[in-house]
């Protein structure tokens, strides 16, 4: 019984959770940023590389490599702020190399610089997905939700439901509500996905690091 009322209550309090709304802001912002990013980065390598010919690749290239850098540090910051994710920092190592070259060779070596290159590319299909999820799902719990009100024009059917009166219409709407509390508990599963793919690819690794420091110490 007390498991019973304990799975309602953690059913119905989703919708009254701060976070809950914030992984959706979070989810609702991976389509448009995930579109730009995809457009910036094929862009800009493409261009960069096919102008390695004449040497004006070079500096397009780095600049790209610098961008890209500095977007996933902002992705970084934003799993933080939205989904409240723990992230290590992109490089556990302290750079106090002040050769620009050196810098560029560092961050060339570590990993993160790769694995975020290709988080970058991977929140394109992530926001095509998050923003088809939340469109369904949306939409179909308002629909549900104002079957008293479209009652009101006209008979309204819901498959194997019909809105012909006006106490099956308040049931559709009570379905509405449990489909819309089952909604938001699929986003926040479908935040916390994000979020462990942000841990994973935007954070490093704190043996990787260590392995580094060791082969420093002993070339």
Known sequence: MVEEKNALV?????????????????????????????????????????????????????????AWWEI?????????????????????????NPDLLGKGLKRLQNPVT???LLYLFLKFPMGILSLIIIAVLISVTMVLLLAPVLYCFHTVSFGLFQASSLSRSLVIAFLGVLVGLFSLHLMNLLAKLAGNLAVLMLGSSKTMDDGVSEKKAHP
């Open 10 to 66: 953690d059913l119905v309090a989703v919708a009254f959770r701060k976070q809950t709304y914030k992984n959706i802001l979070y989810l609702l912002f991976t389509f448009p940023l995930g579109t730009a990013y995809f457009v910036f980065l094929v862009s800009g390598l493409s261009l960069g590389f096919g102008l390695m010919a004449v040497w004006v690749g070079i500096p397009i290239l780095i600049l790209i490599f610098i």
């Open 114 to 116: 790769w694995k975020s």
């Open 72 to 96: 996933a540090s902002f992705e970084r910051q934003l799993a933080i702020w939205l989904l409240g994710v723990d992230i290590a920092p992109m490089s556990r190592v302290q750079d106090t």
